[in-house]
């Protein structure tokens, strides 16, 4: 019997019942065979080895796509667990998932791993890969699982909390509970290396055993191994974590994981874009409100959130009644657009939030400021009737195109992310989103990618990515267009013909969240900030004692002007003076001496030793004001 297949490109193949998406992979091409992971399966992530038996959509997963490196990576961290209990039988493990850079396995164990466990670790790693044992998946029904596991109470405790029939992987004789899918062997992982030790907590609770963490990275060749050591030489270098804290902008402590203190110089930079992002508000008609953190768990049910991001929340108690401090804005501000009748007048309504919100990151996730439990974000969402969407979509992007281009001088790209396989709503209202999105960008005449089972859990959305100045991919702005929470909080406005009309929401953040945004800035310009940017713009250095009265009067002149400068009057030389400016990153290097006071001038050198002899101060100061108000990325004179 004979199966139709409809490929990505809407070309349809047939195949017998019973083939798998590995066979086709390679019927297809024999490149597409040797690089395929993974299959999407009507929508479905599968293993490639699954039989098809019924007509099908399918997609063949690879490296290069977001879920085939994520399969790719955890299947790397059942490796490690392979090699780890056969080195240390007594080990426990636990869970290993893909992260946002590698993998990590937690394992409870006696022994103390120590950096030359890991280069054995690594060999044993190597000698699996070698076998190239094929992975198979096991159904399991509750009481196999726990027949399977029952020497292992971390993985029966997982047993208890999936209340259903479950399913585990083996490769050779190594078997993990997993939900899968996996790469089809282990000889696909060719490079790979574990990178650190660290302690974890088990689910990230103090409360619980603390455990032994191996973190890893790892990929199908061995040159993209090198060319990561590379970038990652460089990437700690510009670590903005290293430069944060030398530069004393922010620190992070153990009583609050994952939410950084911004330190004064660091509330400086974090306030800058919030005041240049308030400003665009206000040309752009913005109104910005100020809203709880804490609400009832019913409004989360109404939204959805309890049932969709529950486990990404915090929740607590108070008075018997359960609560959740809000990981996003957008219900919130449905309750103020509900708050009294709204008219299609008023409408695009745009609302902008500051506030803080909380998400309850795993512990093995956080790291710095770019993954955080405490983040706010430059949050809006905007409510339309159906007739304004393309035009307001157009504005955001301009919006976003402005900041990116304008301000920052990124380069970046485009993904339309489309419906996920848990989604609220109907398919009507979801298909009517998406096409609305997709017309807005073809009429826009810009390029985009798209990214089937994508999008947020309440509607379709465009992300735009940024590549910083190591190449590196960062998935800033987001847009997304909702028609379900103003169903479900039944929002709506007056029409022209006086009667009721259901308003269409749009959620948009365009830096996304603060944090993460510098965090991404100290390492694109490798801690050397734009000059309307940095938290102390100028330091004057004097040559020597006799002329810190004429430098003091400098500094009070560019105070005046909202500039922010520091003295530097030390009995040092002045080349340690400089060295020591230019370790903080300061933009400009201000020297006076004795042929500066006397010509009512200084002498300026640029972070990137450009220098600039006898500039008269008021010159000086017309070209620092300029340079900050037009928020050029470089100094110019």
């Excluded at 259903?164 to 078997?175: D, L, N, R, V």
């Excluded at 007739?387 to 970046?412: A, C, G, M, P, S």
């Excluded at 006071?597 to 008021?618: G, M, S």
């Excluded at 900050?628 to 470089?634: L, S």
């Amino acid at each position: 019997m004979k199966i139709k297949i409809t490929l990505p490109d809407g070309s349809i193949r047939q195949y017998d019942k019973g083939t798998t998406a590995g066979e086709i992979a390679s019927d297809i091409g024999r490149k597409l065979g040797e690089d395929a992971l993974i299959a999407k399966i009507n929508g479905r992530l599968r293993d490639l080895f699954i039989p098809i038996d019924e007509d099908s959509t399918l997609q063949i997963i690879t490296f290069k796509d977001k879920e085939g490196l994520e399969v790719f990576r955890h299947s790397t961290s059942h490796l490690l667990a392979h090699a780890v209990v056969e080195l240390f039988p007594d080990a426990k493990p636990t869970i290993g998932p893909a992260v946002e850079e590698g993998f990590y396995y937690d394992f409870d164990i006696n022994h103390h791993f120590a950096p030359e466990d890991l280069i054995k670790i690594e060999q044993r790693m190597h000698e699996i890969v070698k076998n190239d044992f094929k992975v198979q998946r096991i159904e399991l029904s509750l009481a196999e699982a726990k027949r399977l596991f029952k020497d292992n109470k971390y993985k029966l405790e997982l047993i208890d909390e999936i209340k259903e029939p479950t399913s585990a992987y083996k490769q050779g004789a190594f078997i993990d509970l997993c939900k899968g899918p996996h790469i089809p062997n282990t000889g696909k992982i060719k490079a790979f290396k574990l990178t650190k030790i660290a302690a974890a907590y088990w689910k990230g609770s103090t409360k619980n055993v603390q455990l032994q963490r191996i973190y890893g990275i790892s990929f199908p060749e061995k040159n993209q191994l090198e060319q990561y050591v590379k970038l990652r030489e460089e990437a700690d270098k510009r670590d903005h974590r290293k430069i944060g804290k030398e530069l004393e902008w922010f620190s992070f402590f153990e009583e609050s994981p994952g939410a950084p203190f911004f330190l004064p110089k660091g509330a400086v930079i974090y306030n800058q874009l919030i005041d240049f992002i308030r400003k665009e508000y206000h040309k752009r008609g913005y109104h910005e409100v100020i809203t709880p953190l804490m609400y009832d768990k019913s409004l989360w049910i109404t939204s959805g959130h309890w049932e969709h991001f529950k486990d990404s929340m915090f929740t607590l108690k108070s008075e018997e009644k359960d609560f959740g401090l809000k990981p996003m804005n957008c219900p919130s501000h449905v309750l103020i657009y509900r708050s009294r009748a709204r008219s299609y007048k008023e409408l695009p309504l745009r609302i902008a939030d500051f506030a803080p919100l909380h998400r309850n990151e795993l512990s093995g996730t956080l790291t710095g400021l770019t993954r955080v439990r405490k983040m706010s974000q430059d949050d809006s969402h905007i409510f339309v009737t159906p007739e304004q969407i393309e035009d307001e979509i157009f504005r955001v992007l301009d919006f976003t195109d402005f900041i990116y281009k304008n301000i920052f001088d990124f380069d970046y790209r485009i993904e339309l992310s489309t419906r996920p396989d848990k989604f609220m709503g109907d398919l009507g209202s979801w298909d009517k989103a998406e096409d609305s999105l997709k017309k807005a960008l073809d009429k826009k005449s810009v390029k985009y990618e798209i990214k089937n089972g994508e999008g947020a859990f309440y509607g379709p959305k465009i992300d735009l990515h940024i590549k910083d100045a190591l190449g590196r991919d960062w998935q800033l702005a987001t847009i997304q267009l909702d028609f379900q929470l103003p169903e479900r909080f039944d929002a709506t406005y007056i029409g022209a013909d006086n009667s009721k009309h259901r308003v269409v929401m749009i959620h948009r953040a365009l830096l996304g969240s603060i944090e993460r945004f510098i965090g991404i800035l100290i390492e694109h310009y490798a801690g050397k900030l734009p000059l309307w940017l940095c938290p102390v713009q100028i330091r004057i250095l004097t040559v020597a004692d006799r002329f810190e009265k004429y430098a003091t009067q400098v500094k009070q002149e560019l105070e005046k002007n909202s500039i922010r400068v520091e003295l530097d009057s030390r009995t040092e030389s002045v080349s340690y003076k400089v060295r020591d400016a230019q370790a903080q990153k300061i933009p400009l290097i201000v020297t006076v001496g004795e042929k500066e006071e006397k010509n009512d001038a200084v002498a300026i050198r640029t972070l990137d030793n450009k220098v600039y002899f006898d500039v008269k101060i008021e010159e000086f100061l017309k070209n620092v004001s300029k340079n900050i108000e037009a928020k050029k990325v470089k100094f110019e004179m």
